[in-house]
């Protein structure tokens, strides 16, 4: 019997969402996901100051400011043609990655794993152990995560003046100059997270998790020790096991990441980075490679191309805004929202970003699979994406992140080379800043006019995974990951929940792209 | 008797929320428990089917469930043409449920400039206003006269974000029902009586005139960087962010983000000066007296400030 149903909003998300979902015979047959909120962000920014988006664009999203800083501050470093300096790139990348590691924990804690809770679970042997560790406000993992991500922000902090919302990257490195007493201090407060994540959320030391390399890896480690067993991680891999999480999800398969951290120009982090990533293909500018995975089909194995940011267009055929005649890259494309609301079959004020005409998920998975880790290419071979490998991916990005903080904040003490470069003054130029946030690929582009900002827009990680059907039809990542799910409670589809989840969804940031 | 709280997210970056979650001693999870606050909805902790979520929003407008606290975050977007559905919530647009809860509270707490004020929204297209402000002028979505049922205003915790201390202790004062002395634009003088250059680590290069001119450098930020540091209230320099630092103390200019105009809609990270003299003096402050002060304080300043060799 077909019945159609509703999901309004869906809590427990950055922001607003809501999932309109037809099911037939138990199974999702179609589904379309709307951004619910309109917040006309970047049309404020024209005709201001040229640094107006180190200010102004932070505020796009409470988790996630940082992140936007530094895509902004790289935008300006383009248009001043400025090289910046070793230190400065150290420290934009440390508190980038404590933002994203705060955000990733957080993400885990308190809004994905509640959702095992839920009282579909009530009858599975791991319902109450769910219960005792994340139960909102009261889990022993969310009390004991509220307390150490705050760690992670005092080192945002120490180097950056606050979080969220500071300003201190600016074109040609940092406004800020840490000394090196700051420097330990940070030090300190990093070795007190590494500790906790080490016994309470991987229950092993970092290195030991670092050996695992292949899910036949991943088993034996698994089974070696009831600490293995007992941690968040591994908990987290029986619960998986028992709600099947790696049997949906799946989506299109493709993946697009911007690449991640700019390189200093000496650093022993290269050697870090290729133990880790044996078959990277990034170079020595980059710790994480940029690119674009289009997934295998017919027995033909996926592959992996080079990116270039000239293959992004916007497509706005199914989101609330007048249509350009054709999709655009973000320098050319205009935006109006398209007042007349909800009728007809427009659905969504999230955009469709697409990569050379395909949809793209992207996000911790898509940065390692382009990175080709062994562990994660391993499992995307043998299972396909999935909402267990999504959520992995964002659980143990830490164990490669923290020893990279660890090293670079060292080398930032020994160092004793300026943080800021003077550019001049900016009078005109266009320049982009793409960068991996906590949720993957985001960029800003900028141009500039008679010393004003003439233009900026934006597209958020969010809007790639969010995005509504395109021109031809195609569905947005989450909405094909979400076909053919089998649904046990029509009354309650917690499968579309973990779904949606394992992309750690970011509404506030996705709503606003458009552009001027 | 336990107190209760409802939390509202509106057109807004949630960075309120995020910044509670940096409250310390006692910590978020601490804190409800402690005050005995019970806390019936917030939209990024509280998990409630969609059917309990109705049914507590319609038992709180007909009153059957009463309501102590209403908190909200972001601006109230009534756009386009004052239909509201730019933010749409449980099919609506968000502001009906907005202007029907804020008829049940006793309190109502505006957290952040964009809920104070309007802030960043109020100057694009979604005709976004603050509840009871919009930006300097006195009205905003609920309208200048309202009171909420304790017969306080709207109470304004600007910020962007505001600091979770200021929310955590204004809701600490509520809850054990100690007066809250409100100033200009309803804010609690607790937190908004002084400026944020109060406390700032480069105030004895204010006093002195020894000027940064570019970043990176020591010196005061009011006359070339744009600081907004003694022009503007706000406790960044008392409290401190994440109990370590502020932006002026790492060499970023204050931006005034606690000030109803904010965003300004002049450049960041420069002055606005007549002759080199800032156009927007100290807060209170005469242009005459300020002229002579300073040039008397540039030449009085010590080599020690003048070498840039002291700590900051």
Redesign the interface.
Known sequence: MDKKIHILPLNRIEGDLKIHLEIGDGVVSDVRSSGIMYRGFENIMTGRGPLDGLVITPRICGLCSTAHLKAAAKALDMICNVTVSDNAKRIRNITLIMEKLQSDIRHAFFLFMPEFTSPCYKGSPLFEEAVRRYEPLKGETVIQAIRETKKLLEIIAILGGQWPHSSFMVPGGTASVPSANHITQCRHLLRDFRKWYENRVLGCRIDRWLEVRSKSDMEVWFDECKAHQESDLGFYIRFAKEASLEKTGKGHGNFISFGSLDMPGSTDTLNMRNRIFPKSSASSKMFLPSGFYTSGRNGVPGRIRRFQQEKITEDMRYSWFNEDECAKHPFDGMTVPYASGSEGKKYSWVKAPRYNGLPAETGPLAEMIIAQHPLFTDILNSDGPNVFVRELARLVKAAVMIPVSELWLSETACSREDFFRNYGKIEEGEGYGLIEAARGALGHWVKIKRAKIEKYQIITPTTWNASPRDTDGIRGPWEEAIIGTEIRDIDNPVEVGHIIRSYDPCLVCAVHTICV | MSVNLYWLQC?????????L??A?SP???EF?DLLDIE?LWH????????EE?EKLNECLLSGDQRLDILCVEGSV?R???G?G???????KP?KDLVAALAKRAKYIIAAGTCASFG???A????EATGLQFLKWEKGGFLGKDFKSESGYPVINLPG??CHCDVITGTLSLLVSEMPLELGEYNTPLEWYGMMVHQGCTRDEYHEYRVEEK???EKGCMFFHLGCHGPLVKGP?NKIL????????????PC?G?TRPDF?Q??????TRNIEGIPIELPDGVGRAYYLAYKGMAAAAAPARLKKRKTGI
């Open positions: 057109g807004g970056c949630n960075g309120d929320t995020w910044s979650f940096n310390e910590d978020i999870a409800f806390l939209p990024a902790i509280s998990d409630k089917s969609l979520q977007i756009g386009p043409g239909t559905i730019y933010d749409e919530a449980y099919g968000k802030g960043v929204g100057y694009g297209e979604t962007c974000p570019r970043f990176g960044c962010w994440n109990r370590r630092s502020s932006k002026t103390r790492v060499g970023v931006f983000c965003p809609h002049y450049p960041f990270f420069e």
